[in-house]
């Protein structure tokens, strides 16, 4: 059965991490997983892949908890607050600005006592299987914010916090690696 519900501002939590990019204080991590079943309050509910297509994704704030009385975090309008929809779910990096209340929540998540996401929408298609309570989330409306949250919806989800050092390691590694790689291809081009 499909259902329209466009009304209905609902929450979800899921997953992130903290880096720390050359003193900038970043939040990344996923806001929403595709066909993860959770089961709360007696129903379990599946956001379908295709959910964000045709989605208000205009302006999308970064909360804690979904707070309107605490300070937005960061915000897609002003570019602190980036997103992508990929074959996972909704990934979001968040720059976060220097303030005392973004360095507290920044603190919290790399220490690992935030570890999960949420995110505020509306639905405007939907499918329920009243046999097994299960509803599918086929369209989203509108996203209004994902946030850093302290209990989660969605429990199969985990945010992992790295340091600076482990950031500067990976990024060392990786442009090595593609030193590597250039100057093999210089040798296989010299070679012909």
């Known amino acids: 059965m499909i259902m329209e519900n466009k009304h209905l501002k609902e929450n979800r939590i899921v997953e ?18 595709f ?10 509910e599946i956001i379908d892949r295709n959910a964000f297509d045709g989605a208000d994704m205009k302006d999308i704030c970064m ?12 915000r897609t309008r002003g570019g602190s607050l980036q997103f992508e929809i990929d ?6 990096k968040a720059n976060l600005p220097n303030t005392s209340s973004n360095r507290d929540i920044y603190e919290l998540v790399k220490s690992g006592v935030l570890d999960k996401m949420s995110f505020a929408f509306t639905v405007s298609e939907e499918e329920y299987d009243y046999d097994t309570d299960t509803r599918r989330i086929t369209r989203f409306d509108k996203i209004f914010d994902v946030s850093v949250v302290d209990t989660p919806f969605y ?9 600076k050092d ?23 081009l010299l070679s012909l």
Do not use: C
């Open 16 to 33: 992130m991490r903290a880096l720390d990019e050359e003193n900038q204080m970043v939040l990344e991590g996923y806001a929403v997983v």
């Open 63 to 74: 909360k804690y908890n979904h707070l309107d009385s605490y300070p937005v975090m960061a």
């Open 155 to 163: 429990d199969d989800t985990s945010i992992v916090a790295r340091s």
């Open 166 to 188: 482990s950031f500067l390691e990976e990024r060392n590694t990786k442009k090595a690696q593609e030193v590597e790689f250039n100057k093999k291809k210089l040798n296989l």
């Open 87 to 92: 074959d996972y779910g909704m990934k979001i």
């Open 35 to 44: 066909d993860s079943p959770a089961t709360h309050w007696g129903y379990t």
